[in-house]
Nanobody, 126 residues
Framework: QVQLIESGGGLVQAGDSLRLSCAASGDTVSLYHMAWFRQYPGQEREFVAGINWNGGSTYYSDSVKGRFTISRDNAKNTVSLQMNSLAPEDTAVYFC???????????????????WGQGTQVTVSS
């Protein structure tokens, strides 16, 4: 079973950038499609960005398209989320998630992700 640990969250001002990282251990990250989700208080987790097992395909929610970039380095067992032009609406807990690469569900389908990190808080002040 793979373990995922997020890092890189923090408090920033609107317009700033952050880079979140997800480190995998216990398994080879290339076996998994990976994604970032975020959760606002009292809300369901929502899809942010996804990347398939070899990095050949990415998908973004409309709210972050053009501002966020997901990437992976399978050799280092890491997945990253570069967040630019941050706005207060981006304030949330961000989670790294993974699913076995033989799953053919859309990358944005939250119910198919079996492995989750603990989350990292991102707060953007106006």
């Amino acid at each position: 079973q793979v373990q995922l640990i997020e890092s890189g969250g923090g408090l920033v001002q609107a317009g700033d950038s952050l880079r979140l990282s997800c480190a995998a251990s216990g398994d080879t990250v290339s076996l998994y499609h990976m994604a970032w989700f975020r959760q606002y208080p009292g809300q369901e987790r929502e899809f942010v960005a996804g990347i398939n097992w070899n990095g050949g395909s990415t998908y973004y929610s409309d709210s972050v398209k053009g501002r966020f970039t997901i990437s992976r380095d399978n050799a280092k067992n890491t997945v990253s989320l570069q967040m630019n032009s941050l706005a207060p609406e981006d304030t949330a807990v961000y989670f790294c998630a993974g699913k076995w690469r033989w799953r053919t569900d859309p990358l944005s389908e939250i119910n198919e992700y079996s492995y989750w990190g603990q989350g990292t808080q991102v707060t953007v002040s106006s």
